[in-house]
């Protein structure tokens, strides 16, 4: 399995934008980086995922390293409501369904 | 809407008691998951299934048990041999589509907790 590293907590100010690192130094060529969030006592819901290209959606935008073990999940204008746990967890793709592990993630916490 | 139902919200166990929690999903999904977490930490993988009639161990798997019977169910029973089950269990599937877009996800999570 991959691990991560991500730091524990961070903090942003409302309407910056909020860089959340990952280590994935172990993944496997063909897992691609998925990013969820955790808001307090809720599922956890999905952010955005790539393989090895940058990615951008509505929500986020995910740099990945050429190398691929690191990326960054970029919410480019945080707001209140993006305070939550962040996880970051490599997972094979396609039709691959093995063990799906997450580690620690971090607590981002937006203050006005 | 499709979606994935965990029930109860909340769950009470006696000392000595085995309970057991459901989760349901009309996403037609081959793969399903129980996660605990606890307190300010991260998610731990007790099982998963990838077909029915098919799971694996996880991370954590002493003191609970499941069954896929139906493509729809994976129920978690946490036992009286888990010494220490008060936490947030989670269930969660996965497609079977050969998409981009493939991704987990979760029911809105029991808070189990000891009497």
């Known amino acids: 399995d991959a691990k991560t590293t991500q730091p524990p907590s961070m903090d942003c100010a409302e309407g910056r934008a909020a860089n959340l690192p990952c280590n994935h130094s172990?993944?496997?060529?063909?897992?691609?980086v998925y990013w969820y969030r955790q808001i307090h006592s809720q599922g956890p819901q999905y952010i955005i995922h790539?393989?090895?290209n940058n990615e951008t959606n509505e929500m986020a935008s995910l740099i990945i390293t050429e190398d691929r073990k690191s990326s960054t999940l970029i919410l480019p204008h945080a707001t209140l409501r993006d305070t939550a746990v962040y996880y970051c967890?490599?997972?094979?793709?396609?039709?691959?369904?093995?063990?799906?592990?997450f580690g620690q993630g971090t607590i981002l916490t937006v203050h006005p | 809407d499709g979606g994935i139902t965990q029930s109860p919200k909340y769950l009470f166990r006696k000392e000595g008691q085995n309970v057991t929690l459901s989760c349901e999903q009309n996403?037609?999904?081959?793969?399903m998951y129980w996660y605990r977490q606890d307190p300010g930490q991260g998610l731990r993988l007790i099982y998963y299934?990838?077909?029915?009639?098919?799971?694996q161990k996880g991370d954590i798997a002493e003191g609970y048990s499941v069954s896929r019977e139906k493509k729809e169910s994976f129920p978690l029973t946490v036992t009286s041999a888990q010494k220490n089950p008060t936490a947030f269990y989670l269930c969660?599937?996965?497609?079977?589509?050969?998409?981009?877009?493939?991704?987990?996800?979760f029911g809105s999570g029991t808070q189990l907790s000891v009497l």
């Open positions: 969660a599937s996965k497609g079977t589509v050969s998409s981009r877009r493939e991704k987990l996800f």
């Open positions: 967890s490599p997972n094979a793709g396609g039709t691959s369904y093995g063990k799906l592990t």
């Open positions: 790539g393989l090895k």
């Open positions: 996403l037609n999904h081959d793969a």
């Open positions: 299934s990838q077909i029915v009639n098919d799971f």
């Open positions: 172990t993944i496997s060529g063909n897992e691609y």
